[in-house]
Nanobody, 118 residues
């Protein structure tokens, strides 16, 4: 069972930046698509971004396109999400998720809280 552990969340002012990380256990990280999914207070889950096995294929929700950048380091078993120009509506718990293919979800991390507020 792969374990996913997110870090890097926190409180940031509007317009600020954060970088989230997700460390994966085991030796199968490079065989999974990876995703970031978020849940804002009182709302449902929202898919944010996804990245293919080699890190070349990347996808973003329209709400974050141009502001967020997903990347992965297969040698370090780590997924990243660079978030720039943060807005109050980006406030949410951000989850790292893996999956066997595009838009297929398997294991979830415990989440990291991102709060954008002045």
């Amino acid at each position: 069972q792969v374990q996913l552990v997110e870090s890097g969340g926190g409180l940031v002012q509007p317009g600020g930046s954060l970088r989230l990380s997700c460390a994966a256990s085991g030796s199968t990280f490079s065989t999974y698509w990876m995703y970031w999914v978020r849940q804002a207070p009182g709302k449902g889950l929202e898919w944010v971004s996804g990245i293919g096995l080699g890190g070349v294929s990347v996808y973003y929700a329209d709400s974050v396109k141009g502001r967020f950048t997903i990347s992965r380091d297969n040698a370090k078993n780590t997924l990243y999400l660079r978030m720039n120009s943060l807005k109050s509506e980006d406030t949410a718990v951000y989850y790292c998720v893996n999956g066997p293919g595009l838009d297929q979800f398997a294991s979830w991390g415990q989440g990291t809280q991102v709060t954008v507020s002045s």
